[in-house]
């Protein structure tokens, strides 16, 4: 059975006002988001990894590093944040100023409606679904994976492991910062998973309010 601990990368100084930080703009953290970072790695110090492994961009390779430190940390392409072309860098109001229509059919169909110039959800679960499969036939058979990727590639990631609809992915799950996800995968990815532990901020002191609607 293969366990997946899986992460968003801290905020970075372009998470406030939020705005769409895909494969584009490649940021470090923040400072508050490295003590983040601390605090998860902390709570994750007993743990024996066998691998870790983060999306190559600076964001997430920065929060691997210091969750685990001294430790060596793989990069795969396949859990890169959803290319979001046009709207890189750009807030919600931005992008409903500029691209409304299109951007109502995409809050509608984010699976099937690419991004302008850039990714779809189901694009991007294919990238999640090539990645999963290639974990759990990597193994080891009993082996434990820590993912430190991206809100948007994470919540697709779990659709994709859980059997739920890439469309959904942004009414069904929530990945804050730093946050803790785990799920057991028994067998191969076809059989689906067993979601454990789901966005757990607890680590971090005050509690994140489950009613606030935000993420991409």
Do not use: K
């Given at each position: 059975?293969?366990?997946?601990?899986?992460?968003?990368?801290?905020?970075?100084?372009?998470?406030?006002p939020?705005?769409?930080?895909?494969q584009g703009?490649?940021?470090g953290?923040s400072d508050?988001?490295?003590?983040a970072?601390?605090?998860?790695g902390?709570?994750?110090?007993g743990?024996?990894f066998?691998?870790?492994?983060?999306?190559p961009l600076?964001?997430?390779l920065?929060t691997?590093?210091t969750?685990a430190?001294?430790r060596?940390v793989?990069t795969?392409?396949r859990?890169?944040?959803?290319d979001?072309?046009?709207?890189?860098?750009?807030?919600?109001e931005?992008?409903?100023a500029?691209?409304?229509?299109?951007?109502?059919?995409?809050?509608?169909?984010?699976a099937?409606?690419?991004c302008?110039?850039?990714e779809?959800?189901?694009?991007?679960?294919?990238?999640?679904?090539?990645?999963?499969?290639?974990?759990?036939a990597?193994?080891?058979?009993?082996g434990?994976?820590?993912i430190?990727?991206?809100a948007?590639?994470?919540r697709?990631?779990?659709c994709?492991a859980l059997?739920v609809p890439v469309?959904?992915?942004r009414r069904?799950?929530?990945q804050?910062p730093?946050?803790?996800?785990v799920?057991?995968l028994?067998?191969p990815?076809e059989?689906?998973?067993l979601?454990?532990?789901?966005?757990?901020?607890?680590?971090l002191?005050?509690a994140?309010?489950?009613w606030?609607?935000?993420?991409h």
């Amino acid at each position: 059975m293969l366990t997946v601990f899986l992460t968003r990368h801290g905020a970075t100084l372009r998470s406030d006002p939020e705005q769409h930080l895909g494969q584009g703009i490649d940021i470090g953290l923040s400072d508050a988001a490295r003590s983040a970072a601390r605090a998860l790695g902390a709570r994750l110090e007993g743990v024996a990894f066998d691998r870790i492994v983060s999306s190559p961009l600076r964001r997430a390779l920065e929060t691997a590093g210091t969750v685990a430190p001294g430790r060596l940390v793989e990069t795969d392409p396949r859990i890169a944040e959803m290319d979001y072309g046009e709207w890189e860098g750009l807030t919600y109001e931005e992008i409903y100023a500029r691209d409304l229509e299109l951007r109502r059919r995409w809050e509608d169909d984010p699976a099937g409606t690419p991004c302008p110039g850039g990714e779809s959800g189901d694009d991007v679960a294919a990238r999640a679904r090539s990645f999963l499969a290639d974990a759990i036939a990597r193994g080891p058979h009993d082996g434990r994976i820590l993912i430190v990727a991206h809100a948007t590639l994470n919540r697709i990631l779990l659709c994709v492991a859980l059997g739920v609809p890439v469309r959904d992915y942004r009414r069904r799950f929530r990945q804050d910062p730093t946050n803790l996800t785990v799920l057991n995968l028994p067998g191969p990815l076809e059989d689906g998973a067993l979601l454990l532990v789901a966005n757990d901020t607890s680590h971090l002191g005050a509690a994140v309010a489950p009613w606030r609607e935000d993420g991409h």
